[in-house]
């Protein structure tokens, strides 16, 4: 049988255990504590064992008929292994393109701004349509691309605005292109919708680029760091991807929403 060993909360032993328990790994010094109480004999109690914790906060969440631990690792303790909040702000990179081509691009209403970004192919690699041209809206009903400063992309501009996927016919004078808006038919709705899908698959595919890279980055440690560590930074980085592939979703149903009307 086991000496039975009571602490009490205010006994000194106790308190000195749970301070050092308690206190960052820096500060715990490994200290023998003797006491003894009501004649029983003398017991010693250390510290606990110093262990580098990378997890801050941890919680349940549903997903797919069971719950799902969420990590949020300190990005100051393995920062020298991998930069997480550059990941981070890589990942929120691939949100803010697909808001800003949403905003310019898929409109039911088209205006000169929808056109700025459209790729031309020129000589020189691709350009924006704004980058070559002068855009303005004549009317309602059209809108002008001067193409005078670079005229030898005239026809790569007509040919780049016919292929946006915007429903556009345009029409040539010279080096002037008239561009005359559609009726917003429910067709040319649905035909925008489609355009927002491909559009949200293309930044999915940016974001498995910023995930593989960060995978890469994080192979070149695996000699130096414990298995377990690098677990939990695949994990934290999944997580991620995972959240912002939901926030790319969000974005396309209010879009969808939006044009369907």
Do not use: W
């Amino acid at each position: 049988m086991f000496p039975r060993i009571c602490f009490r909360m205010g006994h000194p032993a106790f308190r000195n255990y749970l301070a050092a328990s308690i206190r960052p790994v820096s500060e715990v010094t490994p200290k023998t504590v003797h006491e003894r109480q009501h004649g029983h004999r003398r017991y010693v109690v250390y510290p606990a064992v110093p262990v580098r914790h990378f997890v801050t906060k941890k919680a349940k969440v549903k997903g797919k008929g069971q719950s799902q631990t969420r990590v949020n690792i300190n990005t100051a303790l393995v920062e020298d292994i991998i930069n997480l909040e550059e990941v981070n702000e890589d990942m929120k990179s691939v949100i803010e393109a697909l808001k800003d081509n949403f905003n310019k691009t898929l409109n039911t209403r088209t205006s000169p701004g929808s056109l700025d970004q459209i790729a031309v192919v020129t000589a020189d690699g691709k350009l924006a349509l704004n980058q070559i041209s002068q855009i303005s809206m004549k009317s309602p009903q059209l809108i002008l691309v001067n193409m005078a400063s670079f005229p030898e992309c005239t026809a790569a501009a007509i040919k780049a605005i016919r292929e946006s996927g915007m429903n556009l016919n345009p029409e040539v004078e010279g080096t002037l292109i008239r561009v005359p808006i559609p009726q917003v038919t429910r067709e040319h709705r649905k035909m925008l919708v489609k355009l927002a899908k491909q559009n949200t698959n293309k930044a999915k595919d940016s974001l498995r680029k910023v995930h593989t890279n960060a995978m890469n980055k994080l192979k070149k440690s695996k000699d130096t760091v414990s298995e377990d560590t690098i677990r939990l930074i695949v994990k934290q980085i999944s997580q991620m991807a995972d959240d912002t592939v939901a926030e790319l979703e969000r974005h396309l149903a209010v879009k969808t929403k939006e044009l369907l009307g």
